[in-house]
């Protein structure tokens, strides 16, 4: 009985050693930890490495999801992330049994503070061709204008709102250019691209007296998702919570004139009376690109003119 025990936990540190030595080049590729990204639709890429069955959870205790897609060592999905800071944990079991786990972090930037987002994080830098090595036994890079890209991007278009180009899939139209050694980059700022398509209007707003920072500077895309979104026109967030997250001074709804009741005048959560199936938002008097009236607004203050009048019967 004595030399039995040392026997029996000698073999059992093997198994436990085979178990753990099965598992050891299990890793999850995709989202990369410590990722910087700039829209909400992820891949997520695991290698199995030896485990039959992953499951992972996405910020907080819910229930693990499994993940069923097998394809040789590799289990390719995609996942929706939310702004601001995301964990995601990842399980490998084996027979039924936790072998593995991982846990990883990653940070989705829209419009964030810059002082909010953690240092140590960078964008994902995939499509280097040392990345892409193990992926093409089964995945296609290119050789068209955007129907292999869609294979492994498609969350891009998962919204109600999708932008025409993203609809013909027609990603090479953007992203056609290789910079650092990094395929698909899209260059800065982002209104190169939308020239090709909305260039009237952006010739028309650049005529203004009166031109809106951001616009005039060519980063579209810090207002406009260039490929879809929940919201109409493709907008990044709400129109008044995408112009106080610049114009941290007019969050507080302090604005323009205090009527009698000694409330401030609304800036949202109204029908817009120029246009009742829209909400009043601030672009309901600002321009978000460009006018020729002081402050961006739709036409002229001075008091002599309707501009109140235009919505209001006083
Ligand atoms: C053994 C084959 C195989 C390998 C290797 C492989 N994949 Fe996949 N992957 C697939 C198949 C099959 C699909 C499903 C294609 C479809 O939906 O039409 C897929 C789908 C995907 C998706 C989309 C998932 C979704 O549900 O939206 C992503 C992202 C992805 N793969 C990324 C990768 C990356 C990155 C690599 C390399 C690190 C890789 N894959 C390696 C076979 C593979
Ligand atoms: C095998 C799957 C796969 C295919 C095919 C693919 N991508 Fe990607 N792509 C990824 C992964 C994985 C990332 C890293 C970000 C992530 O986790 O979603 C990425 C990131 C990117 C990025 C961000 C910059 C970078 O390099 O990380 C761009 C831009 C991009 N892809 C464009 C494209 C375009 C354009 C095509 C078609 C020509 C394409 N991708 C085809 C998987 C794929
Ligand atoms: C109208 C131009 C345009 C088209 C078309 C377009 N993109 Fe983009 N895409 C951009 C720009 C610009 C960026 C840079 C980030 C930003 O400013 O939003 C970007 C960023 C990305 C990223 C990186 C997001 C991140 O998290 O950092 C991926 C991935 C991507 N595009 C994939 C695609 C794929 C796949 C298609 C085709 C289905 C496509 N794009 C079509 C303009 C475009
Ligand atoms: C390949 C052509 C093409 C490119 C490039 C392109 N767009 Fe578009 N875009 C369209 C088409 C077509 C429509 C739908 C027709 C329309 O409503 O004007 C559209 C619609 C829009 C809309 C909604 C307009 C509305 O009235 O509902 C916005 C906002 C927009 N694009 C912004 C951009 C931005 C920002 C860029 C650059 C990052 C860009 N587009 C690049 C073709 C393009
Ligand atoms: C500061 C944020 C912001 C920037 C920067 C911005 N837009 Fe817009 N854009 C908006 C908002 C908000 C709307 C919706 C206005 C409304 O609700 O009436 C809009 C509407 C649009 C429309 C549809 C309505 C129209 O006027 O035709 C197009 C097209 C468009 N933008 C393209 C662009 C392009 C191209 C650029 C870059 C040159 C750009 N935008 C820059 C916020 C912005
Ligand atoms: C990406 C940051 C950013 C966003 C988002 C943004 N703005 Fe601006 N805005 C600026 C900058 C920068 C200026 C120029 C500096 C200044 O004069 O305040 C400016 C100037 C203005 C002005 C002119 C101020 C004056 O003194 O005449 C108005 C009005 C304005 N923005 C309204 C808006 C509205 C409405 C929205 C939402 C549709 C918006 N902004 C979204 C950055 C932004
Ligand atoms: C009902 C119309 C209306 C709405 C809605 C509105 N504004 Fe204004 N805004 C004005 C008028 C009128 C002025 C000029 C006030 C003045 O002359 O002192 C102005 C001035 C401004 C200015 C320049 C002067 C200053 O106070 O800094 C900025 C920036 C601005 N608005 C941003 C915004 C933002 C951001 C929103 C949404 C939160 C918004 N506005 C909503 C009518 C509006
Ligand atoms: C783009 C349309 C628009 C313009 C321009 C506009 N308003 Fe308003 N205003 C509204 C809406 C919508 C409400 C909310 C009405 C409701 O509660 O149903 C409102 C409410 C008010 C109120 C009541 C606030 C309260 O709750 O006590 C006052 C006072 C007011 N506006 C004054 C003005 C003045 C003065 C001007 C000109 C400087 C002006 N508005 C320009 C749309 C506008």
């Known amino acids: 009985m004595r030399a039995f025990v040392p026997a029996l936990a ?7 050693a085979q178990l753990a030595g099965a598992v050891d080049k299990f ?18 890429v695991v290698r199995l490495g030896g485990a039959d069955e992953v499951s992972y959870k996405l910020n907080g205790p819910k229930k693990g999801i499994i993940l069923k897609k097998g394809k040789g060592d590799y289990l390719c999905g995609s996942l929706r992330l939310n702004r601001g800071l995301n964990r995601i944990s990842v399980t490998a079991m084996r027979g039924g049994k936790e072998v593995a786990s991982k846990e990883i972090s990653v940070f989705v930037d829209v419009n964030t503070e810059p002082d909010l987002i953690p240092d140590d994080f960078t964008p994902p830098n995939f499509h280097t061709r040392q990345n892409e090595a193990p992926c093409t036994a089964c995945h296609k890079f290119g050789g068209d204008y955007g129907e292999s890209c869609f294979v492994c991007h498609k969350g891009l278009a998962d919204n109600e709102y999708v932008h025409w180009p993203i609809t013909i899939k027609g990603c090479l139209i953007c992203h056609n250019t290789e910079s650092n050694g990094l395929k698909y980059q899209a260059l800065r700022p982002a209104v190169r691209y939308c020239k090709f398509c909305h260039g009237d209007k952006i ?20 207002c406009h998702d260039p490929h879809s979104s929940e919201r109409q026109y493709f907008l990044r967030l709400q129109t008044t919570d995408l112009c106080v997250s610049c114009h941290q001074d007019k969050a507080n ?19 817009d009376p120029r246009d009742p199936s829209k909400e009043l938002t601030c672009a309901s008097c600002h321009n978000p690109h460009g006018s020729n009236f002081k402050h961006l607004l739709f036409m002229s203050s001075d008091p002599n003119k309707p501009f109140c009048t235009k919505c209001h019967m006083f």
């Open 253 to 271: 709804g302090e604005h323009i004139v205090r009527g009698f009741s000694g409330k401030w005048h609304p800036v949202r959560g109204k029908p």
């Open 10 to 16: 000698l073999l059992l540190i093997l198994a436990a």
């Open 27 to 44: 890793a999850v590729l995709y989202p990369a930890d410590k990722g910087l990204y700039e829209e909400e639709a992820v891949s997520l």
């Open 203 to 222: 010739a028309a707003w650049e005529k203004n007296y009166y031109r809106h920072g951001p616009t005039q500077a060519g980063d579209c895309t810090m």
